[in-house]
T-cell receptor
Framework: DAGITQSPRHKVTETGTPVTLRCHQTENHRYMYWYRQDPGHGLRLIHYSYGVKDTDKGEVSDGYSVSRSKTEDFLLTLESATSSQTSVYFC????????????FGNGTRLTVT | GENVEQHPSTLSVQEGDSAVIKCTYSDSASNYFPWYKQELGKRPQLIIDIRSNVGEKKDQRIAVTLNKTAKHFSLHITETQPEDSAVYFCAASIQGAQKLVFGQGTRLTINP
């Protein structure tokens, strides 16, 4: 299995608080992605990174920001959490982007009360 | 932008029978089509993928077919077993954008 670690695995937070999820990889892959998974919606891309300090928006980026200061770490921040952001968040990595497999982390279950 | 439609959303088959899941995509420039299996509470894991220069690929009981003209691809599972029960996702690449778009998923149940 690809070396991807997500932390925390579970988190409960209150509406309006900031939350940061961390993804750490040991594969030295260039591309990293944050997806959210909700029933009936599959996996939707939030943000992705194609290198250190290089990031771009996905299809559901509103209310989220990301940072990548090192190859191995990709952080997802919910600036002011809302109940609609209750979801399971998956980080994924890829060696070459759109023409190679994604390898997923174990996910973070976030509940916003 | 690229859109991937996946059908059916749920599928129930008898153990030993075959299962087929279909996906259509909108971007004719897409050239990479992976399939992922997600067991309950686990992460999605790649089970098979196909690139646009190939029409079919097989790995034991799993096969994927691609029709570029019609812009659709399908996952075929033969001789289904209880451990095949899971949610399956298809995906298609977005040319030049270094990312994949996923279908909505199919919940496959194998009945003993």
């Amino acid at each position: 299995d690809a070396g991807i670690t997500q932390s925390p695995r579970h988190k409960v937070t209150e509406t309006g608080t900031p939350v940061t999820l961390r993804c750490h990889q040991t594969e030295n892959h260039r591309y990293m992605y944050w997806y959210r998974q909700d029933p009936g919606h599959g996996l939707r891309l939030i943000h992705y990174s194609y290198g250190v300090k290089d990031t771009d928006k996905g299809e559901v980026s509103d209310g989220y920001s990301v940072s990548r200061s090192k190859t191995e770490d990709f952080l997802l921040t919910l600036e002011s959490a809302t109940s609609s952001q209750t979801s399971v968040y998956f980080c994924a990595i890829s060696a070459t982007g759109d023409n190679s497999p994604l390898h997923f982390g174990n996910g973070t279950r976030l509940t916003v009360t | 932008g690229e859109n991937v439609e996946q059908h059916p959303s749920t599928l129930s088959v008898q153990e030993g029978d075959s299962a087929v899941i279909k996906c259509t995509y909108s971007d004719s420039a897409s050239n990479y089509f992976p399939w992922y299996k997600q067991e309950l509470g686990k992460r999605p894991q790649l089970i098979i993928d196909i690139r646009s220069n190939v029409g079919e690929k097989k790995d034991q009981r799993i096969a994927v077919t691609l029709n570029k003209t019609a812009k659709h691809f399908s996952l075929h599972i033969t001789e289904t077993q209880p451990e095949d029960s899971a949610v399956y996702f298809c995906a298609a690449s977005i040319q030049g954008a270094q990312k994949l778009v996923f279908g909505q998923g199919t919940r496959l149940t194998i009945n003993p």
